[in-house]
C-alpha cells in the first residue's frame, strides 16, 4: 500500500431455472447463497499464514524446482520474481491458466483466469499487491501487502473449486509501491481493449488490529458502479455473520490499486484493516511480519472478501447454460432476446405482479404492474445484461432474473 440488492431472492420449485441476484442500492435484505456460504465454511486461516509467510521470507519454499527464501519482494531485489513465480505457481496447482503479464522494463504482474459460464467476457477482478516496502535485503512486508497476496491465493484455491456466471480473474500487481504502476498498467490495457470489468475488490493490509475492536474499512467514491459494490461489501456482513465492524470511506482514499481502476472509470473498492486510525507501527519496516498478526482478524477480513467477490460472481449450477432458464413452473423466454421478452408462471395465471427492468448498476429502466403471464419489449435497449424483478402483488412471489439482450 502507497501512503500519499442483492435483491432479495426465493428459489422457487424448479429444476433447470437459473435465478441471477443483482446488487442495486436497496435497503431489503440480502439472501444468503448456499454456495456462498459452504465455500466461506473452506476458508482455512492456516493456509492464509502459510501462504503469508511463504512469500515474506519466515521458511524456504520451493519456486521452479528451487528451494529460496524470499526475504524481500521490493522491486530491486531478486525476489521480488521469485514471489511472482511463487503466486504463479499456486495459481497454476489449482487448475486456473495464469500469465506473468509484464510492463515497464521490469514489471510483472501475476494473473490467473476462471472463466464464468454464463457471462465469461464480464469480469470480477479480486487483487492484491506483492511487491513491497522498504527496499533492501530484508522486506518481508507481511502485512503490506503479503496479507492481501495471501487472501488472493486463498480465495483461488477456495473459489476455483466453484462454478460462478463471471468470470473471475486473480492478480496480484507488481510495483503498487512505486506509484500503483502494476495494476495502472492492467487497468490501462483493459480500457483500451473496452474489458467489461462488472467488479474490482482491492485487498491490501488486511491482519493488523492494534486495538482488538475488530474495525475494518471500505473506501470507494462514486465511480461507475462503485457505490453499489460497497453496499454489496457492507451487507455481506450481516448476510454471512461475519465477524467485523465495518466503516465506509467515501470519498474513499487512492493510495492503493482499485485507484488504477477508478482513473479508467472501472468500478472498484478496497478492502482494508482500519489505516486510518489504527495503522500497522511496522508499515514499511523490516518488521512488518506475521507474528504481529490478529489472526481471527485476519481470517474474517478474508471471508468477508470472498464473500463480496464470490456474490457478485454469482454462483451457479454448472449444469445450466442460459439457454436452459426456464422450469414446469417458470418460463422466461426468450433468453437471449432480440425484442419481447415474456414471462410466465403456470400456477399463478392472472395474479398481479409488479415488475421493473434495471440495467447492469441498478438503474431503473422500466416498470409496470400486469397480470401473468405479460411480455417486456427489449428492442430499444442495447445490447447487454439487464435485470428483471418480478413481485407479487397479490401472491407470494419475490425473483430477479438475467435478462440477455443481443
Known sequence: MRHSSLEAYIRLPMKRLLFIFLSISSFRLFAQDP???????????????????????????????????????????????????????????????????????????????????????QK???????????????????????????????????????SFAYTIVYAVWDEEEYGLVGSNAYATLAENNSDSIIAVINIDAIAYDGNGDDLARVHVRPIANSVNLATVAQNMISTYGINLNIELNNPGATYSDHASFWNHGFSAILLIEDFDNDGNPHYHTTTDRVEFFDTTYYGEIAKWAFATAATMAVPVDPSVSVSELSSEEWRIYPNPTN???????????????????MDATGRLLLQDRSSLPFSVDMAPMDGGTYWLEVIGVDTDIDVSQAVIKN
Request: hydrophobic share 40%.
Open 35 to 121: 454456495q456462498v456460504q459452504q465455500l466461506l465454511t473452506d476458508v482455512s486461516i492456516d493456509s492464509l499464514i502459510y501462504y503469508s509467510s511463504a512469500i515474506s521470507g519466515e521458511f524456504p519454499v520451493t519456486v521452479e524446482g528451487n528451494t529460496v527464501t524470499i526475504a524481500s519482494r521490493n522491486r530491486n531485489n531478486a525476489g521480488n520474481a521469485l514471489a511472482a513465480r511463487y503466486v504463479k505457481e499456486r495459481f497454476e496447482s489449482f487448475g486456473l491458466t495464469t500469465t506473468l503479464e509484464t510492463f515497464g522494463s521490469t514489471g510483472e504482474n501475476v494473473v490467473a483466469v476462471q472463466p464464468g459460464l454464463i457471462f465469461p467476457n
Open 124 to 162: 470480477v477482478v479480486v487483487c492484491g499487491h506483492y511487491d513491497s516496502m522498504p527496499t533492501g535485503s530484508v522486506s518481508p512486508a507481511a502485512d503490506d501487502d503479503g496479507s492481501g497476496t495471501a487472501a488472493v491465493v486463498e480465495a483461488a484455491r477456495i473459489m476455483s473449486e466453484y
Open 339 to 357: 425484442g419481447m421478452v415474456t414471462v410466465s408462471l403456470s400456477e399463478k395465471v392472472g395474479h398481479l405482479v409488479d415488475w421493473r427492468v
